[in-house]
């Protein structure tokens, strides 16, 4: 409430912030809330395809491994989003097919950053030994930015129009 000068005083700030509370990490069905296990999990993601490709290259063609992991890595991203549960989402019952995301402004980021990152592949000159590479890389993280944009559109739909 103001005083005779027109200020308002100022509130005291609370003794401690309440600390977050996440349900615990669930293997069947996959489901993770807490955000360092989020982060742990595409640690791990990124280090097992490294590793699985430094492991390939000794029987198999650089080519094929970059071609395998290409198409590999939107089905792990795929399906690590769908397992990653944001606050307040339930946690049983599975998401909508189309849903990758808990809230949409994370995926207007994640869609649009795979989106420009492979349309640069058009814009900037790269030095290109294998064009199957290359058309593979571009195909599948166009993939990935639509398949998040299409999760956000979708879930801004919902927020505007409930059901």
Known sequence: ???????????????QREKKVYPPLQWWPLRVMNPWH????LVVLEVAVRAAAQLTL????QTAITVVSDILWPVAVIALARSFR???????????WWRLTA??????????FYALGELLAFVLPVRVDHYLVTAVSVVCGLF????????????????????
């Open 103 to 112: 809230r949409p402004m994370i995926g207007w980021f994640i869609g649009g």
């Open 1 to 15: 409430m103001p005083n005779r000068d027109g200020l308002v005083e100022p509130e005291s700030f609370p003794a």
């Open 86 to 96: 944001g606050e307040g989402e339930p946690v049983q019952p599975p998401r909508p």
């Open 38 to 41: 989020k982060f742990g999990f």
């Open 144 to 163: 990935l930015g639509v398949a998040f944009l299409n999760s956000s559109i979708r879930l801004t739909i919902l927020r505007r129009r409930p059901q």
């Open 58 to 61: 000794l029987g198999i063609p």
